[in-house]
């Protein structure tokens, strides 16, 4: 979007034109009269000047281009000229992710530039955990009487991709038909043993204990544990409660929230198991069935990356009733899906929805990051309302995997599988 505007820069020269105009004729002083005549000349001069015609290209060069969490990033920003006007006054603001800090230099340049000519700045940025994508540069340019300026975007696709490996996705046992990776108590034809039994006719003659009928003469078939996929549903809350930041300026907890999904799509992406994205909340519903291949990775991927609902700002509007979107979401869940529910569980409606999924028969787990540090008695009293919902879910029968962002989300994963299967 484009849009060109008068500065009034030199409305204070009219304002004393027309004075020492009108003290000139009042008290018949050449003095005042000519300055007068000087000062129309000088408020005349801006509406001559068309405004600039803004044509630039912009490109970021990152270093490291494939960060670790914490570490710093330095963006080299090249600004160039390719209209064929000169841009006496141009002021550039680069589109710094949200999330992501400025931890040494400035965003902001100044210049001049002539046609086919450029500008390089830098700056520097701490990189957190997820995929930051960067907003279009803002572009101010001011004709060479800086009474008119246009002001324009200017966009380049620049990423810095900032994720951990996972290990594997601590799923439920609700599987599907599907054979897979997850191993369940069903009888049948994996590869761990589960029990003998008597044999039926129609039996797999290659699962037959023939030793055991040598030394007894009874038929006996050996069962062994099924291994199937499961479908998944990476569910985020993304009603404005959650928001949150710890402190101004970082990272709130629905960054967290799609830094996670992305560590999990791409694990699971690496399975034979269907995978899936929902929303809770946001300027409008997402959702994506559970799939599997490339080109379903891919736009999962997009989806995450680019939907409204996903935005890095809170929503404006009020959200709709848990219960509604609750509802909604079950509707279109399979029978055999089972959820992952993305919440820092800061209110009792993301308790609710767990519980309501949970009791509909889809497993679900949930994945709470922490932003309830500091020491004010409001975080206090936040911290300790989040441990009582944690207690709650966990009552019911929830599985929960209660995230400090501050500890990489693959050591929590394990510490909470250690838990579960103690």
């Given at each position: 979007m484009t849009t060109v505007r008068r500065t009034r820069r030199w409305r204070?020269?009219?304002?004393?034109?027309?004075?020492?105009?009108?003290?000139g004729v009042l008290f018949k002083r050449p003095l005042p009269l000519l300055l007068a005549v000087v000062g129309v000349g000088y408020a005349a001069y801006p509406q001559v000047p068309s405004p600039p015609t803004v044509s630039l290209d912009i490109d970021?060069?990152?270093?490291?281009?494939?960060?670790?969490?914490?570490?710093?990033?330095?963006?080299?920003?090249?600004?160039?000229?390719?209209?064929?006007?000169?841009?006496?006054?141009?002021?550039?603001?680069?589109?710094?992710?949200?999330?992501?800090?400025?931890?040494?230099?400035?965003?902001?340049?100044a210049t001049a530039l002539r046609?086919?000519?450029?500008?390089?700045f830098s700056y520097e940025v701490t990189a957190t955990q997820g995929t930051h994508r960067f907003e279009p540069a803002t572009v101010v340019a001011r004709d060479v009487s800086g009474a008119t300026e246009v002001e324009t975007?200017?966009?380049?696709?620049?990423?810095?991709?900032?994720?951990?490996?996972?290990?594997?996705?601590?799923?439920?046992?609700?599987?599907?038909?599907h054979v897979g990776r997850i191993v369940t108590n069903d009888g049948g034809s994996g590869v761990e043993f589960h029990r003998t039994r008597e044999y039926q006719r129609g039996d797999d003659m290659s699962?037959?204990?023939?030793?055991?009928?040598?030394?007894?003469?009874?038929?006996?078939?050996?069962?062994?544990?099924?291994?199937?996929?499961?479908?998944?549903v990476l569910c985020l809350d993304v009603r404005a409660s959650a928001y949150r930041s710890p402190e101004e300026g970082e990272p709130h907890a629905v960054a967290h929230e799609l830094a996670a999904a992305e560590q999990l799509l791409a694990?699971?992406?690496?399975?034979?198991?269907?995978?899936?994205?929902?929303?809770?909340?946001?300027?409008?519903?997402?959702?994506?069935?559970?799939?599997?291949?490339r080109d379903h990775l891919l736009r999962a991927q997009q989806l995450l990356a680019t939907h409204p609902a996903l935005s890095p700002y809170p929503p404006e509007s009020s959200d709709e009733a848990i219960d509604d979107q609750v509802l909604d979401?079950?509707?279109?869940?399979?029978?055999?899906?089972?959820?992952?529910?993305?919440?820092?569980?800061?209110?009792?409606?993301a308790v609710s929805a767990a519980l309501a999924l949970e009791a509909a028969g889809h497993a679900t787990t949930i994945i709470s990051p922490d932003v309830t540090d500091g020491d004010s008695?409001?975080?206090q009293l936040a911290r300790v309302e989040r441990r009582n919902r944690l207690d709650t879910v966990r009552e019911a029968g929830v599985r929960v995997v209660d995230w400090s962002p501050d500890v990489a989300l693959g050591t929590s994963l394990v510490h909470a599988q250690e838990r579960w299967s103690a």
């Amino acid at each position: 979007m484009t849009t060109v505007r008068r500065t009034r820069r030199w409305r204070g020269v009219v304002a004393v034109a027309l004075f020492a105009g009108a003290a000139g004729v009042l008290f018949k002083r050449p003095l005042p009269l000519l300055l007068a005549v000087v000062g129309v000349g000088y408020a005349a001069y801006p509406q001559v000047p068309s405004p600039p015609t803004v044509s630039l290209d912009i490109d970021r060069r990152l270093d490291p281009d494939d960060p670790a969490d914490g570490e710093p990033v330095t963006v080299e920003v090249t600004v160039t000229n390719t209209g064929q006007s000169v841009l006496p006054d141009l002021r550039i603001v680069d589109g710094v992710p949200p999330m992501l800090s400025v931890s040494d230099g400035t965003p902001r340049h100044a210049t001049a530039l002539r046609p086919g000519r450029r500008a390089t700045f830098s700056y520097e940025v701490t990189a957190t955990q997820g995929t930051h994508r960067f907003e279009p540069a803002t572009v101010v340019a001011r004709d060479v009487s800086g009474a008119t300026e246009v002001e324009t975007e200017v966009a380049a696709d620049t990423t810095i991709e900032c994720t951990a490996e996972v290990p594997e996705v601590p799923l439920r046992q609700q599987t599907q038909q599907h054979v897979g990776r997850i191993v369940t108590n069903d009888g049948g034809s994996g590869v761990e043993f589960h029990r003998t039994r008597e044999y039926q006719r129609g039996d797999d003659m290659s699962r037959i204990d023939w030793r055991r009928f040598a030394r007894t003469g009874e038929l006996t078939t050996t069962e062994f544990r099924e291994e199937r996929a499961a479908s998944v549903v990476l569910c985020l809350d993304v009603r404005a409660s959650a928001y949150r930041s710890p402190e101004e300026g970082e990272p709130h907890a629905v960054a967290h929230e799609l830094a996670a999904a992305e560590q999990l799509l791409a694990e699971l992406a690496e399975t034979t198991d269907s995978v899936g994205l929902a929303t809770l909340g946001g300027r409008e519903s997402c959702w994506l069935p559970p799939g599997a291949g490339r080109d379903h990775l891919l736009r999962a991927q997009q989806l995450l990356a680019t939907h409204p609902a996903l935005s890095p700002y809170p929503p404006e509007s009020s959200d709709e009733a848990i219960d509604d979107q609750v509802l909604d979401l079950r509707r279109r869940l399979g029978t055999d899906t089972q959820v992952v529910l993305f919440s820092p569980l800061l209110d009792a409606g993301a308790v609710s929805a767990a519980l309501a999924l949970e009791a509909a028969g889809h497993a679900t787990t949930i994945i709470s990051p922490d932003v309830t540090d500091g020491d004010s008695p409001g975080a206090q009293l936040a911290r300790v309302e989040r441990r009582n919902r944690l207690d709650t879910v966990r009552e019911a029968g929830v599985r929960v995997v209660d995230w400090s962002p501050d500890v990489a989300l693959g050591t929590s994963l394990v510490h909470a599988q250690e838990r579960w299967s103690a």
